[in-house]
């Protein structure tokens, strides 16, 4: 299976920061991946799928990047909604493999 | 809306069996694969199993693979997760998804763009 390394596994933040979270797959896995955000006892929301390209309705401060086999998602001008834990997934092979997540929290 | 609901959650002796139902609203289920996801207390999202548009594949993570079943019924509106010989990390919230097709001029790509607020099960004795 595709191992998909996540980090920082949390970091604090204050609202405007700019904050980049980090995945690394253990092989190349081109374009294949997304990147979620999820808040306790509410479902989990796609923002970015194919790496970069914006999921309809999610903020434009949300950019996804990379190729290959390393990933970032930066979020420009950090909201209180942003408050969540974020997480990448794989979806080019079988598994399909999560990050470990990032939980960001309120500095 | 589009909207999905699970349910069947519950508290399971290790060893026995459950099964998990999500009911799609407010588009055309039998267009799309589904997917189940779960996260256990504590832990991070972990993909279960996903099924294609007619129920004739699905794929699994090793960890349930020969004790839990993904299936669909298209005239239902509904995508089910059997899952017999429970274990204790077995435990989580279960969410169902819903796995779209993203096409761009090269290529295409997969992503759970709809999810349930997801249903509890408990493996304890």
């Known amino acids: 299976a595709i191992q998909m390394t996540q980090f920082p596994s949390s970091l604090s933040a204050s609202v405007g920061d700019r904050i980049t979270i980090t995945c690394r797959a253990s092989?190349?896995?081109?374009?294949?991946l997304g990147w979620y955000q999820h808040k306790p006892g509410r479902a989990p929301k796609l923002l970015i799928y194919g790496a970069s390209s914006l999921q309809s309705g999610v903020p434009s401060r949300f950019r996804g990047s990379g190729f290959g086999t390393d990933f970032t998602l930066t979020i420009s001008g950090l909201q209180p909604e942003d408050f969540a834990s974020y997480y990448c997934?794989?979806?080019?092979?079988?598994?399909?493999?999560f990050g470990q997540g990032t939980k960001v929290e309120i500095k | 809306e589009e909207q999905l609901v699970e349910s069947g959650g519950g508290l399971v002796q290790p060893g026995g069996s459950l099964r998990l139902s999500c009911a799609a609203r407010?588009?055309?289920?039998?267009?799309?694969?589904m997917a189940w996801v779960r996260q256990a207390p504590g832990k991070g999202l972990e993909w279960v199993a996903n099924?294609?548009?007619?129920?004739?594949?699905?794929h699994y993570v090793d960890s349930v693979e020969g004790r839990f079943t993904i299936s669909r019924d298209n005239a239902k509106n509904s995508l089910y997760l059997q899952m017999n010989t429970l274990r204790a990390e077995d435990t989580a919230l279960y969410y169902c998804?819903?796995?779209?097709?993203?096409?761009?001029?090269?290529?295409?790509?997969?992503?759970?763009?709809?999810w349930g607020q997801g249903t509890s099960v408990t493996v304890s004795s």
């Open positions: 407010g588009f055309m289920f039998s267009d799309y694969w």
């Open positions: 997934l794989q979806d080019s092979n079988y598994p399909r493999t």
């Open positions: 092989q190349d896995i081109r374009s294949d």
């Open positions: 998804a819903r796995d779209r097709n993203y096409f761009t001029t090269t290529a295409y790509y997969d992503a759970f763009d709809i």
């Open positions: 099924i294609n548009e007619d129920g004739g594949e699905q």
